[in-house]
């Protein structure tokens, strides 16, 4: 089979779509001098959003006649950034840089159909294919090479019922976005509640750890934890890394590639449930410096690491959520030395480590502020999972619909799917 590069995809599509050139479905609008309008930003993820609400710096120009107009329906893309799928479907009037290109529709386009398909790997390849420039960093796809893009496109009612479909997913997937946000917030907040005032107190200390409750205990970390010095047994090679979101994890599984078994004999052993601190850490790093072993039964860490197990008496759970938190990073800060921190590193020795201040609720207190914010967890992992289900769905959705390999039936009497 011969492929054109300038379409998309490797199929055949139906009968009743055609291939059109972008020109046909697009005409480039350069038009601008209204410099009082709200400007926006074209993202990835997010769409087209107030550019005050980006995470880019403002670097627009006071004089914001040459900005170009938007209004609904056009189709925004990153001239620079299109082989990337940095494009968006316009809902408001507004302006945005001269460096977008903005895409007018001409007839017989829905723009949200068409916003979809931008989105679908292979029509982002021939955009790859067709931007201009000699390394990723300076390549562009400008109008007059974008115009000539071959783009299938089914009947208008078939335009718009895929654009539907793939639109009640989305609009699932951001009422599951909203609710993890929620949750976080609602575990931020009991975070800050319970690892500071507990659970019922009337009456309060303040201490070298901040205002805690009357009846929590003041102790060193030595107190709560012991040390683990114990070299490589058994000649365990599951070396580990502290990464920020996923925990202690393996070095083969992290960086994709085997480790030297050089000297591993004297890395230091761990077993399920045990710690390891990376006392030289960026104190910009995430608040994850600390990290329990979970994914795995043992494993062996650099002696980079300060390594420790919590004594029975405690509870697991309630100090790693304290040590994801600000008021550990807050007592890990305080003893750093001044030199460290001015070069961003905060480089604790041990003696010092082990000498830190920790609050001590009773024990029983520990496993219900543990109880609870496992539950919030728990309740951030399941929708976690459905987002990750939706998202799936939508690829899936989007393979099938905007190749025309599965159709849609556009009688409303109809299902949807044949």
Known sequence: ????????????????????????????????????????????????????????????????????????????????RMWQGISAVSQNTGIVS???????????????????????????????????GLVNDTLNLKYQNFKDILIPVPPINEQQKIAAILSSVDDAIE??????????????????????????????KDTPVGTIPKE????????????????????????????????????????????????????????????AYNKSYSNGYPLGAIKNLERYDEGIVSTLYICFRLKDTYNLGFYKYYFDSPYWHRQVYSIA???????????????????ILIPVPPIEEQKKINEILYSVDQKNITENNKLENLQNIKQGLMQQLLTGRVRVKVDDSEEVLS
């Open 175 to 204: 009422k599951t976005d909203q609710i993890i946000e929620q949750t976080e917030t609602v575990k931020k907040g009991l975070m800050q509640e319970l690892l500071t005032r507990g659970i019922d107190h009337t009456e309060f």
């Open 98 to 132: 001269p460096a977008y290109t903005v895409l007018k529709p001409i007839k017989n386009v829905n723009t949200q159909f068409i916003g979809y398909l931008f989105k679908y790997q292979p029509m982002i390849n021939v955009f790859h294919r067709y931007s201009q």
């Open 337 to 355: 030395p001044e030199g460290g921190r001015s070069h961003g590193l905060l480089n604790v020795g041990v003696k010092d480590f082990f000498e």
């Open 1 to 80: 089979m011969i492929i054109d590069p300038k379409k998309p995809l490797i199929n055949d599509i139906p009968n009743s779509w055609a291939y059109k050139k972008a020109s046909e479905l697009f005409s480039e609008s350069k038009e601008n001098n209204r410099p009082e309008l709200k400007l926006y930003s074209v993202t990835k993820d997010r769409g087209i959003i107030p550019q005050s609400e980006s995470n880019k710096r403002d670097i627009s120009s006071s004089n914001r006649e040459k900005y170009k107009i938007i209004k609904p329906n056009y189709i925004v893309y990153n001239t620079m």
């Open 216 to 275: 929590w205990d003041v102790l060193n970390f030595k107190d709560v934890f012991d040390r683990i010095t114990t070299k490589n047994v058994n000649n365990n090679q599951n070396v580990l890394t502290i990464s920020g979101e996923q925990g202690l994890i393996s070095q083969l599984e992290y960086f994709n590639k085997s480790v030297s078994s050089k000297n591993l004999k004297n890395y230091i052993h761990l077993k399920k449930g045990d710690f």
